[in-house]
């Protein structure tokens, strides 16, 4: 029979030196699992450069880039319930439970002292059928977003009955730039792009790095 062993009852002075000699992934993968235990790993300040994320049909990813130009990828799947981690070699799986996989994206930005989305980038989808209701709550959450970068999207993608426009509105007041493909030819319905307060707006005609 396995005894559960109490890691963050310890003592503080205790419980320091052991979470510095955990690997990198172990340290994240511990950080999710609870305030508590981020409050602990966060003091180990691994903090990161910046933070991408791309948002697909069935999955949201996540690039933590780090100052010794490592990179964490985070893949969390909402149709399967499921979290990949990977960092240079190492990498870990796990299933949530009933808890959304987006809920560690958060998490993630707090214990890396991201405080903002360097590039939240829409692929290219279907238009009519983009999937992003399960991706809603975690949009609603984010704090500040550097650059909105939206690809290969047809004007309709912007029009009024458009469900990318209806997903846009959430993130776009937390925008700083914004970066639509130039499909996108109906100046009418880009008003809102337009009217936004951005520092920048910016029409692309090739794919845009997610790097």
Not at 5 to 14: D, E, H, T
Request: with cysteine; net charge positive.
């Amino acid at each position: 029979m396995t005894t559960a062993f109490p890691l963050l009852r310890l003592p503080y002075l205790v419980l320091m030196p052991i979470l510095e000699q955990m690997e990198f992934m172990e340290r994240i993968a511990l950080s999710v699992l609870s305030k508590r235990a981020r409050t602990f790993v966060k003091l180990l300040k691994m903090k990161c450069n910046y933070i991408n994320l791309k948002l697909k049909d069935d999955r949201v990813e996540m690039k933590v880039l780090f100052d010794n130009s490592e990179e964490l990828n985070v893949d969390m799947y909402t149709n399967r319930f499921k979290v990949d981690l990977r960092y240079g070699k190492d990498y870990i799986s796990w299933w949530p439970g009933p808890l959304p996989p987006t809920d560690n994206v958060l998490p993630i930005m707090d214990v890396t002292h991201c405080k903002s989305i360097k590039k939240l980038i829409f692929p290219k989808v279907s238009e009519y059928n983009p999937n992003y209701n399960a991706l809603i709550p975690l949009l609603k959450k984010l704090p500040k977003i550097d650059e909105l970068i939206v690809e290969h999207t047809t004007s309709w993608g912007f029009s009024p009955d458009s469900p990318l426009l209806k997903v846009l509105r959430i993130v776009l007041p937390v925008s700083s730039a914004v970066t639509i493909s130039d499909h996108v030819r109906k100046p009418k319905y880009l008003r809102e792009i337009f009217k936004g307060n951005f520092d920048a707006v910016s029409v692309y005609r090739h794919k845009v790095s997610s790097q």
